[in-house]
Nanobody
Framework: QVQLVESGGGLAQAGGSLRLSCAAS??????MGWYRQAPGKQREMVATINLDHITNYADSVKGRFAISRDNAKNTVDLQMNSLKPEDTAVYYC?????????WGRGTLVTVSS
């Protein structure tokens, strides 16, 4: 089992930056990621990273966001730069494992124009 706790959300102005962190306890997932869900929209993948630090990004955040992980600490971070109002959403940490897919409770990011 994996428990995920996010932190670092909040309010930012357009063009600003925020950093999200996710602390995982329990098993180490091969892939960890960040997803987001804006009001009235489906949850979507933002970025993923595997144990070898190979990353994958949604087209909408490429060049602006950077995902990283510390395997020793079992944490995954999301550095968000050049934020846009359309980045406003609840951001969720995600860890798919052979025993199931685990989610954090989410952290709200609000970007004002």
């Amino acid at each position: 089992q994996v428990q995920l706790v996010e932190s670092g959300g909040g309010l930012a102005q357009a063009g600003g930056s925020l950093r999200l962190s996710c602390a995982a306890s329990g098993s180490i997932a091969i892939v960890m990621g960040w997803y987001r869900q804006a009001p009235g929209k489906q949850r979507e993948m933002v970025a993923t990273i595997n144990l070898d630090h190979i990353t994958n990004y949604a087209d909408s955040v490429k060049g602006r966001f950077a995902i990283s992980r510390d395997n020793a600490k079992n944490t995954v971070d999301l550095q968000m730069n050049s934020l846009k109002p359309e980045d406003t959403a609840v951001y969720y940490c995600n860890a798919p494992t052979s025993r199931g897919v685990y989610w954090g409770r989410g952290t709200l990011v609000t970007v004002s124009s």
